[in-house]
């Protein structure tokens, strides 16, 4: 027990200090480490292999809604990013951009990939021609380069991992359809595979994507009060269409400018998981989407060899259905072995030793609530199905009891300032649509307008800020 404790020493408790919490997590459980190059990470195959997950169940999701994957160039000439105004405006501080080939100094700038917008639109004005051609329905899995100048491994680093999809659309309400459509399937991947609840809503103009016409966004809520913005969908309308000309003939015989979306998730997908649902061991990981779902550990005593067996053989028999790993090495405790795990969030453990053999029976101890069960070897294969499900299950209600607990809703702006500063987590307030009440609140609580939502957002009084007529009551929180 004392080694399992001092082992454990080396993540710092989330009471203490949640940011160095996140960071031991993160580099003890082997999910990532810092890079020679600033502001970059490297994705260890731990961390990797829950990103594969996710985008293997994200990828299946795009394709049953009838989206194909497709891939862009990196590098995208200057005057391509210059063509919409708004769009370059608001990406311009985080782009980093290539100047040279070789020791040839290049005759237009190249900016490395912030997003892809301007780039496939460039295509799409060559492929689109008939409303035969419509709708187009593109996704593309890639890195990204933004010059962050704080970075935090996940969340925002210099390049990070994700999918952007693109489409086109003959109308308005067609691509309203497909925004909407995308959000809802974010929203189903985040709840049903990562066991994380979130929030539907739409941005405020303020907070919506550089040249969108409406920006849509699922909100997810971290231990530590503070909301991540987890997915967004944006409706970007006709502006892309009218700057780089993608018309088409109609049936009517008209030539007719595109309505465009563009949606996205990313490997800030990971920090929201680590931050959901750890605990002061460590991660605790959703079964859907752990890379090792039940580790089994040999608890050899007497007689090692009949237990090394025994556990092969489990192994072998569980691995057609569950993604399972056994623990051979010799060098490390049983006792140091179990905190390894708890600590690296794998959601089940299969202890065996030599009375469990003897007795064709094993003991099953579950990372999120600790429970041990004692069952029968011939049970396993069932009793392990139910059981990672109801971790899943699980998982999910105890994220939810933190949202409903931790988001509050207020009337004046005293009770505001209080909640926001002491208590975090969602505050609901009334909210009159001005920029610059929302500008105003930021400035003084560094609470932003996380979302208008869709469910509860008629106001039943005045602005929290200024006492005027509220359009909305929204959601506001301190944010990553």
């Known amino acids: 027990m004392e080694e399992k404790n001092q082992y454990l020493k080396e993540i710092t408790p989330m009471d203490e200090d949640f940011s160095q919490w996140y960071i031991d997590t993160i580099l003890k459980a082997e999910l990532a480490d810092y890079s020679t190059v600033r502001g970059c990470i490297v994705f260890r195959p731990y961390g990797y292999a829950i990103w594969e997950n996710m985008q293997q169940l994200l990828d299946r999701r795009f394709k049953e809604t009838g989206h194909k994957n497709a891939y862009f160039p990196l590098f995208i000439p200057e005057s391509l990013l210059q063509k919409e105004a708004e769009h370059v405006e608001g990406f311009a501080p985080e782009v980093a951009w290539v100047t040279h080939g070789g020791s040839d100094e290049l005759v237009e700038r190249l900016a490395v990939r912030p997003t892809s917008e301007t780039i496939i639109c460039s295509m799409y004005s060559k492929w689109i021609k008939s409303w035969r051609d419509l709708p187009v329905l593109i996704n593309q899995w890639a890195n990204v380069v933004r010059w962050e100048k704080s970075t935090r491994p996940f969340l925002r680093t210099s390049e990070f991992l994700w999918q952007e999809g693109h489409t086109a659309h003959r109308t308005e309400e067609e691509a309203e359809e497909e925004t909407l459509r995308m959000l809802e399937v974010y929203r189903d991947f985040v709840e049903t595979e990562l066991a994380i609840p979130v929030i539907k809503g739409r941005k405020t103009e303020n907070e919506k994507f550089a040249g969108a016409l409406r920006t849509y966004t699922i909100e997810a809520l971290m231990k530590d009060g503070k909301a991540l913005q987890a997915g967004t969908s944006h409706n970007l309308g006709q502006h892309f269409a009218k700057v780089f000309d993608i018309q088409y003939l109609d049936t009517d015989g008209q030539l007719k400018y595109v309505w465009q979306t563009s949606w996205g998730v990313s490997t800030r997908l990971i ?39 025994k556990a092969k053989e489990l192994s072998a028999g569980l691995n057609s259905r569950f993604r399972v ?9 049983p006792g140091w072995k179990f905190s390894e795990y708890e600590m690296k969030g794998v959601p089940l453990r299969i202890e065996i030793g030599p009375r469990d053999v003897k007795n064709d029976q094993v003991v099953l101890v579950r990372r999120d609530t600790g429970e041990k069960m004692v069952i029968s070897q011939d049970a396993l294969d069932v009793k392990i199905g139910e059981v990672l499900e109801d971790i899943q299950r699980n998982m999910f209600t105890q994220a939810r009891a933190f949202v409903e607990k931790n988001t509050r809703e207020v009337h004046s702006f005293d009770e505001f300032k209080e909640t926001i500063e002491n208590k975090k987590g969602f505050v609901k307030a009334n909210w009159c649509g ?27 009084g005045g602005c929290v800020h200024c006492g005027n007529r509220a359009t909305k009551k929204v959601i506001f929180a301190r944010s990553y």
């Open 271 to 309: 920090g929201a998981l680590i931050m959901v649902h750890g605990d002061n061991k460590g991660l605790k990981i959703p079964p859907r989407i752990a890379p090792v779902q039940a580790i089994i550990i040999p608890i050899p005593g007497q007689e090692s060899e009949k237990v090394f067996e």
């Open 325 to 333: 790993e056994v623990d051979f090495n010799d060098e490390k405790t």
């Open 434 to 460: 001005s920029t610059e009440c929302e500008l105003a609140i930021k400035d003084e609580t560094m609470a932003t307008i996380r979302c208008i939502p869709f469910e509860g957002s008629e106001p039943d």
